[in-house]
């Protein structure tokens, strides 16, 4: 099992592009979720995926979209890039429909908006 | 609103002596505190986790404890290593809503 894969790894932006970050899970993980990581401000959530077909919004939504097609993909999609979204992003999946067993994380996108 | 706080931001310790990582939570409800440890960079790991049905759990040399009264839990590393050098993380969960919240992060820094 390769767990949770996100691609790219390092992306470098303009202001106004828009672009997809991917995550594929191969567990057959029905909880997915999207993370961005600030210094001194820890994990915040953007958007999660209960199952297939169903999304919400986490704590940070604005900017960012997703879809859930399929059970293995979540990607998530940078409608109009800022300076503001620099940031590292993980992946998440989760056994189960509720958050509460452990995270596995992709290794991380690092994306930079000049 | 959702919300979980933790302190201190930043922990150095002599190796050998212990550390201790508090956290607080807003929601009543939560049931599940899982905490992560992220080496530099690297993705966060889940190295311990409480439920809400139990105060106090162990793994070797870290153990977690929650306070459901006061919405407390913290994370208690004794004996501290070098390789215990990282950021923490502790998160809880909100069923109400099936996400879960995590805390700013600690950085903990183990001196020789």
Redesign the interface.
């Known amino acids: 099992n390769a767990g949770v894969t996100q691609t790219p790894k390092f992306q470098v932006l303009k202001t106004g592009q828009s672009m997809t970050l991917q995550c594929a899970q191969d567990m057959n993980h029905e909880y997915m979720s999207w993370y961005r990581q600030d210094p001194g401000m820890g994990l915040r959530l953007i958007h999660y995926s209960v199952g297939a077909g169903i999304t919400d919004q986490g704590e940070v939504p604005n900017g960012y979209n997703v879809s859930r097609s399929t059970t293995e993909d979540f990607p998530l999609r940078l409608l109009s890039a800022a300076p503001s979204q620099t940031s590292v992003y993980f992946c998440a999946s989760s056994p189960g429909s509720i958050m509460n067993t452990e995270a596995f994380f992709g290794q991380g996108t690092r994306l930079t908006v000049v | 609103g ?1 919300n979980v706080e ?1 302190h201190p ?1 930043t922990l150095s310790v002599q190796e050998g002596d212990s550390a201790v990582i508090k956290c607080t939570y807003s929601d009543s409800a939560s ?2 505190f ?1 905490w ?1 440890k992220q080496e530099l960079g ?5 190295i311990i ?1 409480i ?1 809400s049905n139990v105060g106090e759990k162990k793994d070797q040399r870290i153990a977690v404890t929650l306070n459901k009264t006061a919405k407390h839990f913290s994370l208690h590393i004794t004996e501290t290593q070098p390789e215990d050098s990282a950021v923490y ?1 502790c ?1 809880a ?1 909100y ?1 109400s ?9 600690t950085r903990l820094s183990i001196r020789p």
């Open positions: 959702e933790q931001s049931n599940y899982p992560y690297k993705r966060p790991q889940l986790d439920r993380f998160a969960s069923s809503a099936s996400k879960i919240i995590f805390g700013s992060g």
